[in-house]
């Protein structure tokens, strides 16, 4: 039997980046990935004959330049295509607008609504940077367990409130108010216009249980912006070749230096005796033994499902199943013989309209009528839409002349007051389809075939608990120290030699790689000890 010294527990790309670091510092790796694809939730699958669709994680925008840097991502075929315009809302009244990369086109665009706040956005620009520049490098820090009970917890609270003394305190309410207040509470401080104030409120409940007036959505929002392309930030783009290429790329950086990837191994089982870890069991009936397990899984199912209850301190694995894990966000990918001819502005031609991640909610009303459906159960029956056209940047993902289109869509409830999300999805894809129709007639003629994940999907086929794309809520409650449970934020767990690395702990979701990169710091400072 081969002995490892990592194995890690799925090939998703937080999973990746930890094999990645952990083989460039001389450890035999195996990397475990139950799909037939490396990749996990960032892959370019073609589910449509023709057609390669980035089927869940769609932009990018929040991966670390240093794990792009340290991991020599550009040298394994990573590329990303900047997205311009950045943002395109069509109205129902038939008006439109847009956001650019130039901040002057922007404003000039934004006082066609509100005068006033083209000449605010500017310094609402440089309010975010000044905030993110603050806690950009928390990103990659290990953050304390809390309350401290080691001499590195105490060092890592005194460098942050070493950092919050250099802090104005206008800059330390600004970050009280933008890790509890709410999108519109902040939003409402700086503009006047409904169209601008929903253009930016969305960024706050990507992902979340919550509408734009939910306390705890304004760090969503800044989480959005905690990223870029190109050095410009706030901005995102696509990879060339669908998000698949950026987990292609991690691979082969990982395997460049000695890892072992493989598909369709399916972990089982941890195995651990006495509270401390020793492999790994698959679904094959193998097993492998290393001296540290890393569990890319989500928190939920690495502790709940995949160790033996027994391996767990009680009170730990109440905490566990009191997580916040369940999501509401629901995927749809279109393959399409021509471009949407929006109402707003109509061709079906190549045009700005169809570069940017366009918005299909006229504002906040609409957004909080759907989550009100949500929060009770229900699917909701205006959805908001956030739509992107990545062949509008790279058309080898379809055969020529076609195009292939991703629909975010909210709100989705995990758990549905009535009926099942078998007996739902068609009905809720038909939905979707019906609300973009609205802005963009000729969407139905355009439709060659069409994918959809539901929740469930999320849940049966990424290994998602409760289909939350974030790995579990990233509410106050459940960040920086208290991500995955306070006293356990430093990616150890109460078994000896397994660690966590996804997006359950510090700093959460989207395709960031910091959880990734942290948890192998960690492995390995512990290994020098």
């Not at 991966?63 to 040298?75: D, G």
């Not at 995949?306 to 369940?326: A, G, H, M, T, W």
């Not at 079906?348 to 459906?373: K, N, S």
């Not at 700093?507 to 960690?522: T, Y």
């Amino acid at each position: 039997m081969s002995v490892y010294d990592a194995i890690v527990l799925g090939g998703g790309h937080n999973g990746l980046v930890t094999a990645g670091y952990l083989a460039r510092a001389g450890w035999k790796v195996l990397v475990l990935e139950r799909r037939p694809i490396v990749g996990g939730a960032c892959v370019t699958e073609e589910v449509i004959p023709g057609y390669r669709m980035s089927t869940t994680a769609y932009l990018i925008s929040l991966l670390q330049e240093p794990v792009i840097r340290e991991l020599e991502l550009a040298r394994f075929g990573y590329q990303v295509l900047p997205k311009d315009p950045a943002y395109f809302a069509p109205y129902p009244d038939g008006r439109s607008m847009f956001l650019w990369q130039d901040l002057r086109r922007s404003c000039a665009e934004i006082a066609r609504f509100s005068q006033a706040d083209a000449e605010q956005y500017p310094a609402y620009e440089a309010f975010i940077e000044r905030l993110a520049r603050f806690v950009e490098p928390l990103l990659l820090e290990t953050p304390p367990d809390l309350p401290p009970r080691s001499l590195d917890d105490w060092l890592a609270v005194l460098r942050l409130g070493r950092r919050a003394l250099g802090l104005s305190r206008e800059e330390i309410l600004a970050h009280w108010r933008m890790l509890t207040a709410s999108a519109s509470d902040i939003l409402d401080r700086w503009f006047e216009s409904e169209q601008l104030k929903v253009a930016l409120a969305t960024d706050g409940v990507i992902g979340a249980n919550g509408s734009p007036a939910t306390p705890g959505t304004a760090y969503i929002l800044l989480h959005h912006c905690m990223g870029g392309v190109g050095g410009h930030r706030g901005l995102w783009g696509f990879v060339k070749g669908g998000m698949g290429a950026v987990t292609q790329a991690l691979a082969r950086s990982a395997q460049a230096c000695g890892a072992e990837v493989r598909t369709s191994a399916e972990v089982v089982k941890i195995l651990a005796a006495g509270g401390v870890a020793s492999g790994v069991a698959v679904a094959d009936g193998s097993e492998y033994r290393a001296r540290v397990v890393v569990s890319n899984a989500d928190p939920k199912r690495t502790f709940l499902t995949l160790l033996d209850r027994d391996q767990l301190p009680p009170e730990f694995r109440r905490s566990v199943e009191q997580l916040k894990c369940e999501g509401v966000s629901f995927k749809v990918n279109l393959a399409l013989d021509r471009l949407p001819s929006y109402t707003a502005l109509p061709g079906t031609e190549l045009g700005p309209q169809h570069m940017g991640t366009t918005h299909i909610c006229p504002d906040r009303l609409y957004v909080e009528r759907a989550w009100d459906d949500a929060k009770y159960g229900r699917p909701s029956r205006e959805p908001m839409l956030e739509i992107t056209i990545p062949t509008a940047y790279d058309p080898s993902l379809a055969p020529p002349g076609h195009h292939v289109m991703s629909i975010f869509v909210q709100y989705a409830p995990y758990r549905l007051a009535e009926g099942t999300w078998r007996e739902e999805k068609d009905r809720f894809v038909d939905r979707v389809i019906d609300v973009l129709a609205a802005y963009a007639p000729n969407i139905r003629e355009a439709i060659v075939g069409c994918h959809a994940l539901s929740p469930l999907d999320l849940e049966e086929q990424f290994g998602m608990t409760g289909g939350n794309i974030f790995h579990g809520e990233m509410s106050a409650d459940q960040l920086y120290a208290f991500r995955p449970l306070p006293g356990w934020a430093r990616y150890a767990t109460p078994v000896r030699n397994l660690y966590l690395c996804g997006s359950g702990t510090h700093p959460g979701g989207g395709i960031m790689g910091a959880p990734g990169r942290n948890a192998a710091r960690e492995i390995l400072r512990r290994a020098r000890r």
